[in-house]
């Protein structure tokens, strides 16, 4: 059994080796041997290149057929990079969202009323400031009604006969 990382190697060999015996079979056996018997066809007569033509015609497609599988590893590259990126957009733009402060505006509005004043004080032993929102004493009560609104003893009447 294979340590994991040597099994995530040998994977990735099996995948570029995959890739460039597809695209060797590509250019040798679809394209190269495809010309070769058209032009004995035409010719009419039974080709057979010489060894090193052979050798070079093998190497040449295994040269190409490398690169051909480097340049699809590159297109998913980029096409991958492209998404993620988007993506990156896409959350940058939700992050920016959720700093705006959706009562930042009505905190604005309801602070100029002067029924609320904004109080800030440094932090103590750390930088910052912390931001208080104190409601004024006189409207305390009022407010105390509005949030908590009281409930009023219901009378029940009975009746006894």
């Known amino acids: 059994m294979l340590p994991p990382q040597h099994s995530e190697e040998v994977r990735l060999v099996w995948e570029y080796v995959r890739a460039v015996a597809k695209y060797w079979w590509l250019v040798i056996v679809a394209l190269g041997l495809t010309w070769l018997d058209l032009a004995e066809r035409i010719f009419g007569t039974w080709y057979t290149p010489p060894l090193w033509a052979r050798i070079t015609a093998g190497v040449a497609g295994l040269t190409v057929a490398q690169f051909l599988a480097y340049r699809d590893l590159r297109k998913s590259e980029r096409a991958e990079l492209r998404h993620l990126n988007e993506r990156n957009a896409e959350l940058s733009s939700q992050a920016d969202l959720l700093k705006v402060r959706p009562y930042g505006h009505a905190h604005k509005e ?52």
């Open 110 to 161: 309801l602070a100029q009323t002067q029924l609320i004043n904004r109080i800030e004080r440094p932090k103590l032993g750390r930088a910052g400031i912390d931001s208080f929102w104190q409601v004024r004493p006189e409207f305390v009560d009022v407010l105390r009604d509005l949030l908590f609104p009281r409930r009023e003893q219901v009378q029940q009447n009975f009746f006894l006969s």
